[in-house]
């Protein structure tokens, strides 16, 4: 079990002997302190070591009882409890309750010495989870009694702490809980007072409807406020802010009164106003204190968030406060002065009583923020560049300057005319700090950004990103100049700032326009080289939203992507969506490189490219994605491309557009039809399969078989069709189905059966979990036909060898009887059931789609094995396109070794990412761990979905027990394959030990 330590216990415990130590509360719950505070145990270990000199044992009792109370209650799950008389904690995990307040031994409670008192109450801290109501309102009696009668401060506050926990429960009335609270505060213990108003806070938050409700509403709130009001005078600052926190609770539920009972009635009543308590906490923020005048700001937004409208008048302080010693005054005042500039955008402040010139308030608070950016604090200067990204109503002029490294006011005072001044005038050459023209230029938004994005670190620089992307998207000048700055971004040393300042631009580039100069380009080709892929990814989107300058651009943009296609054959499809978007934007340009890219001239006949050839697919992607904008590249292409492009749109159909092909175009109608002409097709082939149902059952197997034939040819055709492979290959399934169902039935009776039947059954099990698993849009009868076909398979197993199991009962009837009772009759039942199976009819007209996977990255590498040393385990980066996954927690990554074990590995949930409709990404990382090997060798890679197989040890056996070890899908291991295997080289190398001889 973990434990934490104070950070100052060897202090403590040198001191012990010697002094005895004053503790001091904090305002905040004890629980805050949870990383400060030593265990129980140790500390009583600790000081029951401690010899001590001089000193009375009710003085060292007396310090062990101030060290007890320091203990964190919140947290009381961190400490190891002791003892007989507790309870095993862990055992109470799978209980609802306990039994009764016997085995809590709630007496102790009352105990004389003061330890057991601080140990029970821990131990009920502890437990209250697990109490049952009876049990909690027992407890909740027995603490009102030690809160009254006990005298020691420290066990009162323990009392407290777990009184305001049964108050948040519904069966403990809270009110009384309030009033006893009430009766304890004329204590004279500050720890103590705080404590109570605290526990107060969160019972007022946390029961807000129910304290509306309470009878005597009108008594509490009354003496809250009157003893809230006079506290604020005491010396202690932990006092100050704890009231002022209750004040600011009390503010919402005296509103809501006062908006149910009526303003007249309302103000007979002697509660405090609403604007009085906003005027009561705005002059704490001046408070000696950083803690008081932190608090008081956090009061203000938390009046703010119940909807209660702040005075303007608060401005000028939260303004004072931008300059406070202390960072959380600092940052609390960004977030009020941000909020009171949404309230009132379009108010006016007059900079000085000297200069007329005024600006509108959401103006002057956007400046104010951006002074910010140069704090010396890195959580200010992270708030303040978060925060300037929700001023979009800010003028443009100010808004510009941000990016500019002028120095400039953003007021120009006027020059007073020469007086004669009583004053002494400072000499030539020096300056007056306190003028107005100083203060002028130090609250400036010029060049906020720039420090932002040069901040050294990366938060900031990060949250600077973050305002410009959101600024630019709304802001067409503003996104132009800031282009410049989030491209040199690109450059950045922290892969994260790199990531978001491309996906950044790419955001911006969907709603403003993007231009890119010779310069930005090559620095945005230059990241193509970065060895994350999803920084390359990210690239590639940004580049397809951008626009060049210049058509001379086209050429080294092509250059370069096509290269780190090279380097990284993983980013190809990346690659050519950006080449899509990019033709589309640019089709002008593209239009002069046209003889360029398929190497045409005026004198010869151009020959013919490889339409595999990875830049000729490329610079047809450009072609064709450009003649949308230009139609007239269509009629510059070569004859040859329009037949490419008939193929590679086949291939590639999310990279190629819809285009009408010009009418001296070869093989125009075969493109415009070929949807229609293949759907007709697959009706015809349907309407085939249908009249070899019948023939099924008029028992013409013969022909049954040979129309089984050619409507599987015709279908291994239709599956090439992306919109029809799913059903095509469903349709394939059931045909194979079928013929195996015929040859059972022709030879059940031959001697060849029972060598077969082994493989028939496995072959139809099989089959059943592949269509039900890697197939959707299944209809409801054609799943009872893959029932039926599982009924079957465990028929035809049972004839081979009459292998029997307790599950058999979940099989049909005559098969529970011959499971029951194998005997002859019932046996040769089964045979009738076989030759009795008749098909279902199932609509084939369905739209079926197959789950399928592909493997990205990594690809073979039998020239550059995975070298890697043994004792340690190697990671793998994984990269797949899931298309058609309905559950991605079935699907896992399934690794086969060469000596043919197999592991699993499932990736998170985080690591699926949404790209299109019915698509997914794959990005996931496995750790192989192997001894060394003698030399490299392959291991396969697939992406697989699991299954949990009806009957599972009859399944099971059924399919390992196949006579054809090639059954599709292994479903053997309760996996069904969704992507081909990819074979990867790795060598584990004993290195380690070879560099030690």
């Known amino acids: ?167 948040l429960d519904p069966i403990i009335n809270y009110s009384i809980v309030l009033e006893e609270f009430m009766d304890q505060m004329q204590s004279n213990s500050t720890e103590l007072k705080c404590k109570i108003y605290d526990t107060i806070v969160r019972i007022l938050q946390a029961r807000f409807e129910s304290i509306l409700q309470m009878p005597k509403l009108n008594t509490i709130l009354k003496f809250l406020c009157v003893k809230a009001t006079n506290e604020l005078t005491d010396s ?16 919402p539920i005296i509103i809501r009164v006062k908006s149910m009972r009526g303003q007249a009635k309302f103000t007979e009543q002697e509660y405090l106003d609403e604007t009085q308590i906003q005027t009561i906490i705005r002059d704490f923020g001046k408070d000696s204190d950083p803690r008081v ?121 006027r020059k007073p005319m020469f007086k004669k001044s009583r004053y002494i005038p400072n000499p030539e050459g020096d300056i007056d700090v306190e003028s107005a023209e100083v203060r002028l230029l130090k609250s400036s938004a ?54 978001n300042s491309i996906t950044s631009l790419r955001k911006i580039g969907t709603l403003q326009p993007i231009e890119l100069d010779s310069e930005l380009l090559q620095i945005t080709l230059s990241v193509l080289n970065d060895a994350d892929p999803i920084v390359r990814e990210s690239t590639h989107g940004m580049l397809g939203v951008a626009r060049i300058t210049s058509p001379e651009l086209i050429p080294p943009f092509i250059k370069e992507l096509l290269a ?101 175009a070869p093989r125009q109608s075969i493109r415009v039809n070929a949807d229609d002409n293949t759907q007709s097709f697959m009706n015809q082939t349907i309407k085939m399969v249908f009249s070899m149902g019948n023939f099924f059952k008029t028992g013409d197997f013969k022909s049954a078989l040979r129309i089984a034939k050619v409507c599987t040819n015709n279908l291994k055709y239709i599956s090439h069709v992306p919109s029809l492979s799913g059903s095509a290959i469903f349709i394939i399934m059931y045909l194979d189905c079928v013929k195996t169902i015929i040859q059972t039935k022709q030879n059940y009776l031959e001697a060849s059966t029972f060598t077969t039947a082994a493989d028939t059954a496995a072959r139809l099990l099989s089959s059943s979990y592949i269509m039900e698993y890697k197939l959707i849009g299944l209809s409801v009868p054609t799943k009872t036909f893959v029932i039926y076909l599982r009924v079957l398979a465990n028929i035809v197993k049972i004839e ?55 493997i990205v990255k990594p690809v073979s590498n039998l020239d550059q094995p995975l070298e890697f040393q043994s004792e340690f385990p190697s990671t793998i980066n994984i990269e797949a396109e899931l298309r058609n996954i309905v559950d991605t927690t079935s699907v896992t990554i399934q690794v086969i070794f060469p000596d043919q074990s197999i592991e699993h590995f499932r990736p998170p949930s985080a690591d699926f990412v949404i790209a299109e409709m019915d698509k997914l990404q794959l990005r996931t990382q496995i750790d192989i761990s192997q001894p060394a090997w003698t030399e490299p060798c392959y291991i396969q890679l697939k992406v697989v979905c699991e299954f949990e197989p009806d009957i599972p040890e009859l399944d099971q056996h059924i399919m390992r027990q196949s006579v054809d070890g090639n059954i599709s899908g292994n ?7 969704l992507s081909e295997p990819v074979k990867y080289y790795i060598w584990p190398r004993d290195l380690l030990s070879k560099r030690i001889r």
């Open 1 to 167: 079990m973990k434990r934490t330590y104070h950070p100052t216990q060897d202090f403590r415990q040198n001191i012990i002997p010697a002094k005895t130590r004053v503790f001091e509360y904090e305002a905040d719950d004890i629980s805050s302190s949870v990383s400060h505070i030593q265990k129980f145990e140790d500390l009583n270990e600790a000081l029951s070591n401690i010899k001590v000199e001089n000193t009375t044992s009710s003085r060292v009792k007396e310090k062990s009882n101030v060290l007890d109370a320091k203990m964190d209650i919140d947290d009381i799950s961190s400490f190891d409890v002791k003892g007989d008389d507790m309870m095993n904690i862990d055992s109470l995990s799978n209980q609802q309750t306990i039994p009764n307040e016997h085995e809590l031994n709630m007496t102790e409670l009352f105990s004389a010495e003061v330890r057991n008192r601080i140990h029970s109450l821990r131990r009920f801290t502890k437990l209250l989870p697990y109490m049952d109501d009876a049990n909690k309102k027992t407890l909740f009696d027995y603490l009102r009694k030690l809160l009254y009668n006990e005298q020691d401060k420290d066990v009162k506050i323990l009392v407290i702490i777990l009184l305001g926990k049964l108050a």
């Open 236 to 251: 202690h600052y932990s006092i100050r802010s704890s009231c002022i926190s209750l004040l600011a609770s009390l503010a």
């Open 293 to 413: 005048r932190s608090n008081a700001l956090k009061a203000l937004l938390q009046l703010h968030n119940c909807d209660y409208k702040l005075d303007l008048s608060l401005y000028n302080l939260c303004v004072a406060c931008l300059t406070d010693d202390y960072e959380e005054v600092r940052i609390e005042a960004l977030s009020l002065i941000w909020v009171l500039s949404s309230i009132y955008p379009e108010r006016t402040v007059q900079l000085d009583d000297k200069i007329t010139q005024v600006f509108r308030l959401i103006d002057d608070a956007f400046i104010k923020i951006c002074d910010m950016v140069c704090d010396e604090s890195v959580k200010v200067r992270s708030k303040a560049c978060n925060i300037m990204g929700s001023y979009k109503l800010v003028e443009d002029s100010i808004l510009l300057s941000t990016l500019s490294q002028q120095v400039i006011s953003h007021g120009k005072p």
């Open 446 to 499: 010029n060049g906020a950004f720039i420090h932002g994005l040069e901040d050294a670190f990366q938060d900031v620089r990060n949250a600077a990103i973050d305002s410009i992307c959101e600024l630019s998207m709304q802001n067409q000048k503003f996104s132009k100049r800031a282009v410049e700055f989030l491209v040199d971004m690109f450059q950045d040393e922290i892969d994260f700032v790199r990531l």
């Open 564 to 664: 780190s296609m090279s380097r990284y054959p993983e980013d190809q499809l990346s690659i050519y969506q950006c080449f899509r978007e990019f033709g589309s934007a640019h089709g002008e340009y593209i239009e002069k490189f046209i003889p360029k890219f398929f190497k045409m001239e005026s004198s010869y006949i151009s020959k013919e490219i490889n339409q595999n050839d990875r830049g000729h697919i490329g610079n047809l992607i450009l072609a064709f994605n450009a003649s949308i904008s230009n139609p007239k590249i269509l009629s510059i292409l070569p004859k040859y491309a329009f037949r490419h492009y008939e193929y590679l749109r086949d291939k590639y159909p999310n990279c190629f557009p819809e285009v009408k092909i010009p009418g001296d």
């Open 800 to 854: 081979r060898d009459n292998f029997l199991s307790k599950n058999l009962t979940k099989l049909q009837t005559k098969l529970n009887k011959a499971s029951v009772s194998p005997t002859i009759e019932n046996m040769m039942s089964l045979f009738d059931y076989i030759m009795d199976y008749n098909l279902i009819d199932i609509d084939l007209s369905d739209e079926v789609k197959r789950s399928e996977a592909t």
């Open 971 to 977: 479903t053997s291991e309760n996996t069904i394959d």
